[in-house]
């Protein structure tokens, strides 16, 4: 009999669990959460672009609108707000009907016939969110130009024609919302010096003129000045008036060639990016003063001699600080520390006291920096000056009757031995006047004259000196002496060894018997270069913009002591970086200003070659030169300049051969994507304008 179990049977129930659930719910959530929040990026992303893309489409909308409603204006006709720059306010006239078609509406007289105001205007005025246009149609011929200027302050105040002149006639619609920043200029005949402090405006463009071959003729007349201004001054760095884009410093366009109300000069100036350190000053006091001055069409008048490609070799430019003698200069390096005797010897020593070198003959070493230890020779030269030392203590000094330098016969080892092949006198008192040896009082220092030596600053120099035995008093050099024990430099042959001049030039001294040995440096203090015998500027390659111009001139002025020399070469060519040109050693060297004979061809070079007096050790100073060549008749350019502004300036017309400059208007836009800030990369663009309106 079988028996089965009574225990109940529990069958499995299949699915999840409440906690399963949950944990499932919540993943799943998360996973919706990420999709949606990268959809959401990427739709603030679109949205962004979008915003971006709106700012691009408004900036290039009203770049074309003000190009083309600006072009058929009239400068003159034009107002802004407020008076001083930055204006962020435009009024300016159009024709009537479309002003595309612009010979519609000319009168008889050639005067164009206005028929609407555009107000172009920032809005609010003190913090604009929007850029407006308020539009008068037709326009009121008979307001005056107080009445123009109300309008315009009183559309900018209020936001629209409203309340305005002519008001009934207005209609006001807004061209941008995206947090717009403008401003316009009026570049025009004119030019307000004025401001409360000075202050450089650099590349000012007055607008266009047309030049004559050869000579022209530039005019500044005082037309006013600012209610501010104490005067009706002028000052101007640079001019620009070059068909080859060439500025002319101010001051070069002296002197003038007419005058009233003043008198135009070169004046320092000391203001911060003034190149040369001068400007053309008119420092005029009443209305209507004038200058004229001639300008060469077309010309190169170079005063800095400094970047854009120029090489210097050899020469540097310095500046004039002397009061009417401003300016920029070019001229030779040299004049350098090139030893120092406490630097070879380690220490300042004491003055001598025991007459030791009465009636001697002295050699010291001047160690080259090639050598591996103990080499001080800092620079190298064309030629030095020596200076000697005599002690401090009273009541003695030091009288050379000779002295001489040569190389040294050991280069690796130097020491008392010299190459009398190099050997050669130093000289005291002057170059036109020189003494074979001088009388150095206590504590007093000594320089020979300019020796025409050239140093080598791996080489090693022994330099020889006998010293006078009238007086034991006068034989005390100052002693330079290595307080450390180790280095002798110094070699003496002493009164008992009986010296003469020729122990002095005399090659070999190692093997005198009664020679002696100083650590230190006996009696020579230092050692300072010439300038170089000649030095190089080469200049920037200049672009005539002529297919064959006629080379006119070539000048130059500067300070040029007697025997030394600037000589000029000139060389051409049609390839952009003149190698088609002759070799400079092939091009005829100038040292007279005057007529050129070059090729014409359109690059041009200057090459300068600055030479020094070598026994007085003078130099050049080239100020300038000017290369002139026939321009194209009827050239176009822009005129321009770095003017400065200042407490006493005035507002001038620019005349050229007594026609004013075509102006132009300049508008600088600059937009923000909606909700960013002008600061946000990406989000915010700048569009400069320029149109030409007609005149």
Known sequence: MFSRSLM????????????????????????????????????????????????????????????????????????????????????????????????????????????????????????????????FRPRDLDMSTADRKKQLEDVVLNGDGQGAFNGQNSETRTLAKLQPEFSFRLDGGTFNFFDASNRIEKNVVLGGVTLNSGENTVTFRAVGKSAASSGYGLKIDKLFISPAGLAIEGEGLLPAVSQSGSTAVAEENLLGNWSDRKVLGFPANSDSAEFDVKFFNDTWHETLFLGNGNELVDCETGMNREAGSVGTYLTLTGRSPAWYANMQSGGEGIGMDEDAADGAAVRV?????????????????????????????????????????????????????????????????????????????SGASVDTVPADYPLDSEKSYVISYWVDDRDEDEGNPWHFKNEGGGGHFSYMLPSEANPRQSDAKKANW????????????????????????????????????????????????????????????????NQHDLSDAPDW????????????????????????TL?????????????????????????????????????????????????????????????????????????????????????
């Not at 001047?366 to 020596?386: M, N, P, Q, R």
């Not at 016969?409 to 009398?420: E, F, L, M, R, V």
């Not at 111009?549 to 051409?572: C, H, I, M």
């Not at 176009?636 to 026609?659: A, H, M, P």
Request: hydrophobic share 35%.
């Open 510 to 573: 190692s093997s005198e018997l009664l020679l002696e040995t100083y650590p230190g440096v006996l009696g020579v203090e230092s050692i300072t270069t010439t300038y170089v015998n000649d030095g190089v500027f080469t200049s920037r390659i200049v672009d005539t913009t002529l297919s064959s111009p006629s080379y006119e001139k070539l000048f130059w002025d500067g300070v040029f002591p007697d025997n030394t020399t600037a000589g000029f070469q000139v060389r051409t060519g």
């Open 365 to 441: 070493v001047i160690k080259g920096s090639v050598l591996e230890s103990g080499g001080y020779i800092l620079e190298e030269g064309d030629g030095f000056t020596v200076r000697f030392r005599a002690s401090d203590v009273a009541g003695k000094s030091l009288r050379i009757k000779h002295a001489f330098i040569a190389e040294a016969a050991n280069q690796t080892s130097p020491g008392p031995d010299i190459d009398t092949a190099t050997l050669q006198r130093l000289s005291f008192g002057t170059g036109t006047s020189p003494n074979n040896g001088v009388h150095i009082a």
């Open 8 to 135: 109940p049977q529990r069958s499995r129930v299949q699915g999840y669990t409440l906690i399963e659930m949950l944990v499932s719910m919540s993943i799943f959530s998360l996973v919706v959460l990420g999709i949606l929040g990268s959809l959401v990026t990427l739709l603030r992303r679109e949205h962004d672009l979008t915003k971006r893309m709106s700012m691009i489409s408004d900036g290039q909308r009203l770049a074309s609108f003000l190009r083309s409603t600006t072009r058929l204006s009239r400068i003159k006709e034009m107002e802004v707000y407020p008076q001083d720059a930055p204006h962020i306010a435009l009024s300016y006239p159009i024709p009537e009907g479309q002003f595309r078609t612009e010979n519609e509406f000319i009168a008889d007289d050639g005067t164009l016939v206005w028929g609407q105001t555009y107000i172009v205007h920032a809005y609010p005025a003190d913090n604009p969110t929007e850029m407006r246009l308020t539009r």
């Open 611 to 695: 030479s020094r007096d070598r026994v007085l050790d003078e130099v050049p100073q080239l100020q300038y030169f000017t290369l002139r060549w026939y321009g194209e008749e009827g050239a176009y350019v822009d005129l321009g300049g770095d003017f400065q502004k200042f407490s006493s300036g005035g507002t001038y017309e620019f005349l050229v051969n007594d026609e004013p400059p075509i102006s132009t208007l300049r508008t600088d836009l600059r937009l923000t994507t909606e909700g960013k800030e002008k600061t946000d990369a990406g989000d915010s663009w700048k569009i400069t304008v320029e149109t030409t309106p007609r005149n």
């Open 585 to 608: 050693e092939d091009v005829d060297i100038s040292y007279t200003p005057g007529a050129l004979s070059v090729s014409q061809k359109r690059y041009v070079q200057v090459r300068v």
